[in-house]
């Protein structure tokens, strides 16, 4: 860096000399800010990705267990049953971090997460290439398909043999709740970059293999391709009846509809009564449509005289008001009623909360979607 | 006679492979490729532990047919295989009508006298090829017998592409897969077409990088670029079968031959010297 400078200011003697005083050091402070490294180092070529060589990666895991007894030993824990979840949990407490990018705070990982998985050498002392499919550019992904139309004509083999025996069976996979892995899973598992023609290539081949009737045989080669889809079951938790002083059954349920918010007691044996914030609902609520609303689930379930109902509601107006206490009755209701009646109710949208909202009112226009009036000119 | 002729001409090109522990050969190895295989220097003056290496080389080519390749077939198991039915007239490539017999209803008869010749000399060639530990590659782009192909390579332990062939694969390899890549030293074409029915761009490209080229042609394919040409069907299912096998006993028989001669001249050595 020094020699750099040095050479650029006696290059510049002659042109210093021609220059008045004053802004001669600030050309020179001028010359010293621009000179870097980089003008040094000429005609060298990009280096590509880094390429991690094993030696590298044992001392790094080498290094990430002795830091992990060390973070154990700073956090009064056992080093020996230290795991992932509590380091991340001292990191976090050691390092703080304000950074709204998650990946961008500090982290401590096993270095087979940090760093990328790369291929080994491909060749050996004598040059010549380990894998038979080396000279195609892409070997993981042929010798992928080359093995599932192995296994394709195995189980054709399979089931001329069973007809020579006069048998016939089938074994079928089973695919539902599973999905085929996607390209980027895919991708990850061979280590090796796709184009979307391979990958659909792919996903034919193993579709056609399943479609096969004895394709059982090779099942769990085949599931090892299929995801599990996230089984979603959404079991609502059902309270149990609670009984009050005089024996009668009785539940609860909280229900919302815009801004409403409101809290319902369904009492069983009743005549039905319904009172909303002590007052009777036939004065509460004037309009017959608000009615109607708090009757429906009752209806729906045949069950119109035969409970009572004590309900306080705040916040929004009337018909948000009827519809949050629809909501909270009928989520109260699923404690009286089987699991089935339950599910009619789901599906029926009683038990579903009602997201709509007032939309915002957008600038440029007059209301969320009125624009102002258009005039030609 | 052509094919010992051939050998001792590429012999230079094998000697700078054989020797590859040390730095000289790969510079050797690649300026052969480039230049052409009159300008490989000389191999080192044979100290003791290659004087084996000589002999181990020399040896097979004082004879004409060293792993007896002959036996391996006869006239009648082509005609079985049915290796002699071309394809219809209109098809003939005009380069292939000196391999041709005649012609029967519209339909070419390959001349299974020169077939047997021709494959004498390809399987001759591949056992030398292998017998020096040369890497063998098996191209042929037909559908119906890719995965065959592909199980005959592994079974060999050789190197086997039927499947789309990438532009610079031997061309631009150092840029394809790295630096300090062997190309391959002989190529097989099972199937010399693509499946457009033009040839297979293979054949230019190992023509270009001086790979020599052993190929099985079909009454519509063009010969003229191919080392060792092999008159024949490529595609009935029993000829490809029959190839793949011939092919796959003479690089096993090469090298075990390959094997059993260093541990003769191991013993020989200790022998001698004991």
């Given amino acids: ?22 802004e001669r050091w600030r050309a020179e402070t001028l010359r010293l800010i621009c000179t870097t490294t980089a003008v040094q180092k000429r005609n060298v070529p990009a280096s590509g990705p880094e390429k991690y060589t094993e030696a590298f990666i044992k001392k790094q895991i080498e290094e990430f267990n002795l830091g992990k007894r060390h973070l154990a030993n700073m956090m009064g824990e056992d080093p020996e049953t230290f795991t992932q979840e509590d380091i991340d949990k001292a990191i976090a407490y050691l390092f703080p971090s304000g950074l709204f990018e998650k990946r961008a705070r500090p982290v401590m990982k096993h270095p087979n997460d940090i760093f990328p998985k790369q291929r080994a050498m491909q060749w050996g002392e004598d040059h010549r290439p380990f894998h038979f499919l080396f000279y195609t550019g892409k070997q993981s992904f042929y010798s992928l398909m080359h093995e599932i139309y192995g296994k394709m004509l195995d189980i054709q083999k399979y089931q001329d043999q069973l007809k020579a025996q006069d048998l016939d069976e089938k074994k079928q996979i089973n695919l539902i709740g599973s999905r085929w892995l996607i390209k980027e899973e895919l991708e990850e598992m061979l280590v090796e970059k796709l184009s979307d023609h391979d990958y659909s290539l792919c996903i034919r081949l ?83 449509q608000d009615r109607e609303q708090l009757m429906f689930p009752f209806q729906f379930l045949g069950r119109l005289g035969k409970h009572n109902m004590v309900c306080t509601v705040l916040g929004g107006g009337s018909s948000s008001q009827a519809g949050a206490i629809r909501l909270a009755s009928a989520r109260a209701l699923c404690s009286f009623v089987t699991e089935n009646e339950a599910e009619f109710m789901r599906q029926a949208g009683l038990l579903t909360y009602d997201p709509r909202n007032k939309e915002r009112k957008k600038p440029g226009q007059e209301g969320a979607r009125r624009k102002f009036t258009w005039k030609k000119r | 006679m ?22 000289a050969p790969r510079t050797s190895q690649l300026s052969s490729r480039l230049y052409g295989t009159l300008l490989a220097p000389e191999a080192n003056p044979p100290a003791d532990p290659n004087a084996i290496n000589e002999k181990l080389i020399t040896e097979p080519l004082k004879h004409s047919d060293f792993f007896n390749v002959k036996e391996l077939f006869s006239l009648k198991d082509l005609f079985d295989a049915r290796v002699h039915l071309g394809h219809k007239e209109g098809c003939r490539h005009r380069f292939m009508e000196p391999y041709i017999f005649g012609c029967r209803l519209e339909q070419d008869i390959i001349d299974l006298d020169q077939t047997v010749k021709h494959l004498q ?124 096998k011939l092919f796959k006993m003479t690089i096993t028989r090469a090298k075990n031959k390959r094997k059993q001669m260093e541990v003769l001249y191991g013993l020989q050595n200790k022998a001698e010297s004991g």
Wanted: charged share 20%.
């Fill in chain 1, 1 to 22: 860096m020094a020699v750099a400078v040095r050479r650029v200011l006696r290059a510049s003697r002659s042109w210093r000399a021609a220059l008045g005083g004053q």
């Fill in chain 1, 206 to 288: 193993l579709e056609r293999l399943v479609t096969l009737p004895c394709c059982g045989i090779e099942e769990e080669y085949v599931l090892k391709f299929r995801k599990e889809l996230d089984t979603q079951l959404k079991k609502v938790v059902i309270e149990p009846l609670q009984y009050d002083d005089q024996g009668v059954a009785f539940s609860t349920g909280e229900g919302k509809r815009k801004t409403s918010r409101a809290t319902v007691i369904v009492y069983d044996n009743g005549n039905g009564k319904i009172t909303v914030n002590g007052i009777d609902y036939l004065h509460y609520f004037p309009v017959i």
């Fill in chain 2, 2 to 23: 052509a094919a010992a002729r051939l050998l001792r001409a590429v012999a230079p090109r094998f000697r700078g492979l054989e020797s590859l522990g040390k730095a």
């Fill in chain 2, 121 to 244: 000399l390809a399987l001759n060639f591949t056992a030398h090829v292998a017998y020096r530990k040369g890497i063998i590659l098996f191209v042929s782009r037909n559908r119906q017998f890719g995965h065959l192909v592909e199980v005959t390579a592994k079974d060999c332990g050789e190197y086997a592409h039927t499947r789309y062939w990438q532009g610079g694969l031997l061309t631009n390899a150092h840029v394809q897969y790295g630096s300090g890549i062997r190309l391959p030293d002989l190529i097989i074409f099972i199937s010399t077409l693509n499946n457009v029915f033009e040839p297979h761009v293979a054949v230019r490209d190992a023509a270009k990088m001086n790979i020599p080229t052993v190929g099985v042609v079909d009454t519509n394919c063009n010969p003229s670029i191919i080392t060792y040409p092999i008159p024949g069907n490529d595609d009935s299912p029993l000829a490809v079968e029959l190839y793949c």
